[in-house]
C-alpha cells in the first residue's frame, strides 16, 4: 500500500509489527540490586551507583563483547562431546575421524596428562544429537562412553596483566598501610591487599569447572560446590579451595546406570553408593583424582577427620585442598557468612584485620592441619559476635535472621535449622554508626577480660551463655565457641587453656595500644603506626619499633630490683641460663641498641652465678666481662631532691606519638645486652619430648615434675641429637638482646627483654618469638624461685 486514501493508522500498521518496549536496565538478567539503590552487573562483574550508569555501561563495547564471547561459548557447548572409554594413547585424530561419520568435526580437546577422555566439537549441533542418538559407539575394540559436554557457567577471561596479584611481603605490607590516612583507610586497604585478585578466583572457577566435568562422566548427575574461604566472602591469598562432592542424585540413578551399555568399565560397577561406608567413598573420589583429573597430585583420603575428606593439591595452579562427600553444613555456614559481609561495609575490614593480627601473634594458622591454634574460621565468627553484641548491634542474632527467612528459605541440614534469608537487602541497616577503627579497639578491648572458658559465645542466641545452656552434646573447652547453626560444634575446642590464655593477654596487650596516639595518628617520622604496628609480634609495647620485639617479663615486689644488687644480676643471669643453657643458644657480649635515655657504654650479659657449664664453641676466643652493678640511666634528679619527692611532670609533646614513645623510654634503664645465634629448632616438638623423657612416650600420664628446668635442658639436648650433634655451617638466626628494667614507681616493676633481629624479620623468627615470649617467663620464674613456696635458688 502506498497510503493514498487519507489519514489512518492502516499504512503504519501494514509495514509491520511495532518493535517491542525497551525493558528498563535494571531487568536484564546479568544486573542484580545491591543496598542503597545500587547495582552490579554480574557478567562484567562492575558495580553502578545508579540506573543512569547502569544503562551506560550496558550499552558499553566490553559489556556488549562478553555477552557475544558468552554466547558463542554456549553455542559451542550445544555442539560439543563428553568422550572417554578409549585406550590410553588413542590420538586426537583417530576421534576426529570415527566422529565424522556424524558431522564435520571442528576440533577435539584431548587430556594432556593422563588421556582419559576427550571434548569433540562438531560444526552443528545436529551432527551431535545423531552421536548421542546412537545406543553404542566403539573404537578399537573398545567401548565408548559418548555424553553431552558439561553445561557449566560462563567465566569472564582474564583481564591480562595484574589480574594475578603476588601476595605482599610484610615489608611491603607495613609500607603499604603507612600511607594511608588514617586506621580507617588503612583497614579498608587491607582488604584491597589480601583478597583475591580476579585473575585468582576465575582459576579457582575453572579448577572448580574441571573437577565438575571429570566427577559428571563418572557420577552422573553430581555437583561439585565450592564453600569455605574461597568463597564467603573472607577470601586470602593462599586459601585452600574446599569442595562438597553432592552425590545424592547420582545415588538415585545407579541402578538406571548399571544397565546401561558400557557399565561393565564403570567405576560405579564395583560399589553401592547408597551402601558404601564414607571411607569407601572417599577412596573412591580419590581414585578418580588421582586417575583423571590433570594436574592433581599428593591425593590421600583422611577418613578420621571430624568431616572425612580427600586432600589434593593441583600442580598447575599451586592450590590445595579438600573434598567432603557429608558435609552440607558447610554450605550454609559459607552463605552466612557473606550474607553478615554484605549487611555492612564495616564486617569484612574487622574480619580481615583481626585474623592477620592473629596470625602476626602467632594465635593462628595452622599449616599442617590441627593445632592448638585458632582457625580462621573461629576468628571470623568471634568478630561476628563481637558485631552482634555492640549497642546498638551492628549484625543481627542468627535466631533473629531465622524469623526474616522466607517460605525458600527456610532449610533443615542433618536436624539442624539453617533459616535465614540469602539476600542481605532484606536487613534492616544498623543503627551504630562506630568507625572500623573504633571497632577494632573495642573489640581488643572486650576479649582481653573475657571468660572464655567459663560461659558459651552463642551467635544463634548474640549474646553470651552459660555452660550449662549449650547442651550436654556441646564439647567445652578452654575456649567455648558455638557453631551458628551446629549447636553441639564447639568451633574452638582444639585451643588449649594457654592459647585462650595468650589470647586475652594478646587482646588486653592491642587494647592498650589502641588508646595511644601511635594508633590512631599518622607518624610524621616515616615510622610504623596504626594496623601496621599493631600487627608486628610485641610491638605494641612501648618503645618497640617495626625491627624489634619486646617480651614483658614482671618482677616480684619482693625482689627489689631498684635497690642496690637487689635483683638485676640475678635477673639477668637468668635469662642468659635459659637462653645459653637451656635452650643451646650462643650468646656473646654485644652494645645496646641506641635508644633515648640508654647509657652510654653497654654493660656485657653477667654469667650465671649459679654456675652451669657453657655448650662447647659457644664462646670461643671471647672473654665476657666481670659482672658489676648495673648502671642506671634515667635522668638525675635536681639537688636538694630525695627519692619521696614526687616525679617531675613529663615534658610536652611536640611531636604527638613519637613523642610520646620517647618519654615511656626515658623510664627503662640498660641492664645488661648481647647477641645471640639459635643453631637447631628448639622450639619444635618440645611438648612431645617432654612426654617421652617423662613418661615412656605415655601422653596419658601425667606430667609429676614437668617444671624442672633440668628436663627442658635434656628436651634441647633431644632436639640436638635428631638435628645432628654437629653444629650447622649457618646459624638458624641471629639477633642481638638487650634487658631492661621499666616501670619505676608509676607502676610495678618489670623487665623488658629487647629482640633485634638480623637481617630483618621472617617466619622463622617470629615462630622463635613466639615460643621464647611463653617460654622464658616461667623458665625464668623457676630458675630464680620466684612463685608460691618457692624459694630463690643459691
Known sequence: MDGDGGPGPEPVTAAGPSPAPELPPEADPDVEPLPRGGFRCRLCQVAAANRPSLAEHLRGKKHQRLQS???????????????????????????????????????????????????????????????????????????????????????????????????????????????????????????????????????????????????????????????????????????????????????????????????????????DLASASPPELLELVAAVLRRCVPGVRRVHAVPTARRPVVKFSHKQSGLAGDISVDNRLALHNTRFLRLCGEADERVRPLGYAVRLWAKQQGLAGNPAGGGPLLTNYALTLLVLFFLQTRSPPVLPAVAQLRELAGDEDRVVVAGWDCSFPRDAALLEPSANSESPSSLLAEFFRVFGDFDFSGQVLSLREGRALPLPEAGELFKQGSLNLQDPFELSHNVAANVTEKTAARLGHCCRAAAKYCRSLQYRCKSTKGRGWGLARLFQPGAVEPGAGAASFLISIPVPAPWCPEEPGGGFKEICAGIAFVLRDVLRCSCTPGKPPKQLGAPRAGQSLPQDPVGGKEPPGDTAGVEEEPLQPPTASKRPQPDGTDGAAPPRAKRPRVNGPEQEEEEDEEEEEVVASWSCTVWHHVWTGRRRLRRQLLHGASPEEPEEGGDSLELEQKVSEAIVQHEGAARPPEPLLRFEASARLAGGGRREPRVLLRLTPSPAPGPLFRDFFHFLQAFLPPALRRRLGWGPGAAPQS
Not at 71 to 86: K, M
Not at 112 to 118: C, D, L, P, Q
Open 69 to 271: 564471547l558468552r554466547a558463542e561459548r554456549r553455542a559451542q557447548e550445544q555442539r560439543s562431546l563428553f568422550v572417554s572409554g578409549f585406550a590410553r594413547g588413542t590420538a586426537a585424530e583417530e576421534l576426529a575421524a570415527y566422529f565424522g561419520a556424524f558431522g564435520e568435526v571442528v576440533a577435539v580437546v584431548m587430556d594432556k596428562e593422563k588421556g582419559a577422555y576427550a571434548i569433540v566439537e562438531l560444526r552443528e549441533a545436529a551432527s551431535r544429537e545423531r552421536a548421542l542418538a546412537q545406543p553404542q559407539h566403539a573404537l578399537a575394540g573398545r567401548s565408548l562412553r559418548v555424553r553431552p559436554r558439561e553445561q557449566k557457567d560462563f567465566a569472564r577471561p582474564s583481564p591480562g596483566r595484574g589480574a594475578h596479584r603476588e601476595p605482599l611481603g610484610a615489608g611491603q605490607l607495613e609500607r603499604a598501610l603507612c600511607q594511608a590516612n588514617d586506621v580507617d583507610a588503612q583497614m579498608e586497604q587491607l582488604v584491597g591487599l589480601l583478597e583475591l585478585s580476579e585473575g585468582e578466583r576465575r582459576l579457582r572457577h575453572l579448577l572448580v569447572a574441571l573437577f565438575q566435568e571429570v566427577f559428571s562422566e563418572f557420577f552422573p548427575s553430581c555437583s561439585v560446590l565450592p564453600f569455605g574461604s574461597s568463597v564467603n566472602g573472607f577470601d586470602a591469598h593462599g586459601c585452600d579451595l574446599d569442595l562438597l562432592l553432592d552425590l545424592e542424585p547420582t545415588k538415585s540413578l545407579q541402578s538406571s546406570a548399571r544397565g546401561s551399555p558400557g557399565a561393565e568399565e564403570s567405576i560405579l560397577s564395583d560399589i
